[in-house]
T-cell receptor, first 116, second 114 residues
Framework: AQTVTQSQPEMSVQEAETVTLSCTYD???????LFWYKQPPSRQMILVIR??????QNATENRFSVNFQKAAKSFSLKISDSQLGDAAMYFC?????????????FGTGTRLTIIP | SAVISQKPSRDICQRGTSLTIQCQVD?????MFWYRQQPGQSLTLIAT?????????ESGFVIDKFPISRPNLTFSTLTVSNMSPEDSSIYLC???????????FGQGTRLTVV
């Protein structure tokens, strides 16, 4: 079974600075999908960024980018120019490509605080 | 994209009673999932709701406790039966439109059992 580990329960960053959230995972599959989701106090899960394992290029979405190291099974999220609205719980998630195993496996989350 | 309406958004229930949570999607989707998020913790999959057949439950979750219905491709319900305080959690509905694409989530149901 796949597992996802987020070793940072809490992180804080000054507004406008850059922060990196860590995520490692364990799998025997060669192809899969990785996600970062954001959950603000409203409880709504919001997709931040998505990476397909077969793609070597790191995904980017505006101020958000990932460092995907397939061999190391590492998938960190970098947030540049942090804004107050970035404050939330961030969850790393894994999804198998296999039919019948489409569920998301989540890490334990990192609570990000933005310091004005 | 998909817009998910999940009801109720919150409820306070007496132990021993049952609560049914509804999940309505604005488009037909193949995959629908129900997750539980215990206080301060991550999301754990309860089951995959299959249209026209029984739901597929994850280890540790059983149909008698969490019966699920999926009458069509846009609607599902999750019932939390014979509730105890340990069932106090956020319950989230999720759908996936394309394999490996973004999973969309409802806004969650915050359940408190007293």
């Amino acid at each position: 079974a796949q597992t996802v580990t987020q070793s940072q329960p809490e992180m804080s960053v000054q507004e406008a600075e850059t922060v990196t959230l860590s995520c490692t995972y364990d799998t025997s599959e060669s192809d899969y999908y990785l996600f970062w989701y954001k959950q603000p106090p409203s409880r709504q899960m919001i997709l931040v960024i998505r990476q397909e394992a077969y793609k070597q290029q790191n995904a980017t979405e505006n101020r958000f980018s990932v460092n995907f190291q397939k061999a190391a099974k590492s998938f960190s999220l970098k947030i540049s120019d942090s804004q107050l609205g970035d404050a939330a719980m961030y969850f790393c998630a894994y999804r198998s490509p296999n039919f019948g195993n489409e569920k998301l496996t989540f890490g334990t989350g990192t609570r990000l605080t933005i310091i004005p | 994209s998909a817009v998910i309406s999940q009801k109720p958004s919150r409820d306070i229930c007496q132990r021993g009673t049952s609560l049914t949570i509804q999940c309505q999607v604005d488009s037909q989707v193949t995959m629908m999932f129900w997750y539980r998020q215990q206080p301060g913790q991550s999301l754990t999959l309860i089951a995959t709701a299959n249209q026209g057949s029984e739901a597929t439950y994850e280890s540790g979750f059983v149909i008698d406790k969490f019966p699920i219905s999926r009458p069509n491709l846009t609607f599902s319900t999750l019932t939390v039966s014979n509730m105890s305080p340990e069932d106090s959690s956020i319950y989230l509905c999720s759908v996936e439109i394309l394999a490996g694409s973004e999973a969309f989530f409802g806004q969650g149901t915050r359940l408190t059992v007293v």
